[in-house]
């Protein structure tokens, strides 16, 4: 999985996107939308095991990646997915910020730097104990 972090958490699949989102709201970070793909395949009359993609962001910390490419606005705002996986464990992934910078040949290493962290932080405080 190419430019893809994966992380487990030690939640479930609603306990752990509450966890998410109250820390994306904690640090002033907009959440632009929540999708639940299970609730969409429910509708569907399909199964999908607990699956929602979380997408947020903040322009001052895109806006400078896009201007050093603006290809990489297919890949922002940021995404993160919460799933439970075929062993009932729930998981978080991410794209890794190294990766999209790579991908739009965006040479800005301190924005990379700090959604990295941000990201990671992100993810420890809705996956952890």
Known sequence: MDGLIVRESAH???VTLQRLTNALKAKGITIFSVIDHGQGAA???LSLRPTVVVIFGNPKA???LMQASQT???D???KMLIWEDEARKTRLAYNDPAWIAARHRAAVPKIVATLSAVLAE???EAGRN
């Open 12 to 14: 479930d699949v609603p």
């Open 72 to 74: 990489a606005g297919i």
């Open 62 to 64: 895109g806006t400078p």
């Open 76 to 78: 922002l705002p940021l």
């Open 43 to 45: 509708q569907a009359g």
């Open 122 to 124: 992100l993810a420890e």
